[in-house]
């Protein structure tokens, strides 16, 4: 199946600024295999599709894309240090990580920049992917300024498109503390 292309002059009008911005996107642990994982879901595309189908949106919507797909939450997290100071935002696909992440999420909570976490999959569907059953806990929700989930590749772009009117918006720009409640 061929990946639909984002840049037909459509999303440049969603902005509600003009500013440019750099946005890091990591992908965690199994994403580098998405390509042999769930064909119902993953549709057999490959993490480098992915990464230049969220690049090329950005690209139309004045963002800047910088990557990293790692299989190892320490090259992650020196990644965040390394980067975070040139740096607007994050997006965040936990992956493996999604209950096990705590020094991700706190190198991302640490850095002072608002981040996302999305998932390409419905990560709520079903208790099967939970570790002990009924106990699901995602780690990076209570730090993160929103989450989006379920629609595929579409849940980059929805997440990129939040986090850009998070930054161009002051009103909803401010982040929450770790743990804060509605």
Known sequence: MEMPHPTD?????????EQRYRIG???????????NRDK??????????????VQEFG????????SI???HEGDIVEWIHR???????FLINPAGLTFTGEPT??????????????????????????PN??????????????MTFGFQQYSYLTAMLGLVWTLDDPLISANPSIGQIC
Do not use: C
């Open 9 to 17: 002059g459509r999303w440049a009008s969603l902005r509600s600024g």
């Open 25 to 35: 996107v990591i992908d965690g642990p199994n994403m580098s295999n998405m390509h």
């Open 40 to 53: 119902s879901v993953y549709h057999g595309w490959s993490i480098k599709e992915l990464q230049d189908f």
């Open 59 to 66: 690209e139309s919507i004045g963002v800047e894309v910088v």
């Open 69 to 71: 797909v790692s299989n």
């Open 83 to 89: 980067e975070a100071d040139g740096l607007d935002g």
């Open 105 to 130: 999420k706190w190198a991302l909570a640490d850095s002072g920049k608002p981040f996302i976490e999305v998932h390409y999959r419905n990560v709520v569907l079903g208790l099967a992917m939970a």
């Open 133 to 146: 059953g009924q106990d699901r806990r995602f780690v990076f929700t209570t730090a993160a300024k929103g």
